[in-house]
């Protein structure tokens, strides 16, 4: 299933990242997939963490740049 939406995340820090990107994932159907952008290893890590305690998959983690990460999450 191809991403169906992309959210740029870099500006924020968390918890702010994560409470956007709920917001995001609220408005999808399960099995979706959304693309997240992300600054920072610390946002990495804490945003990939709660994704998954909240039952989704982080399906792939690319890194645009210095510190840039790109991640697909399919919706559970």
């Known amino acids: 299933m191809k991403v169906i939406k992309t959210i ?5 820090v968390c918890p702010m990242t994560y409470v956007i ?8 159907n399960s099995g979706d997939k959304i693309a997240a952008i992300l600054a920072g ?5 804490d945003v990939t963490k ?3 305690m909240d039952g989704h998959r982080v399906e ?3 890194e ?3 510190e840039i990460y790109k991640i697909i999450i399919t919706v559970k």
């Open 8 to 12: 740029d995340l870099r500006e924020y």
């Open 21 to 28: 990107l709920q917001a995001e994932i609220a408005n999808l």
């Open 41 to 45: 290893k610390n946002t990495l890590a």
């Open 50 to 52: 709660s994704l998954k």
């Open 60 to 62: 792939k983690i690319e």
């Open 64 to 66: 645009e740049g210095e």
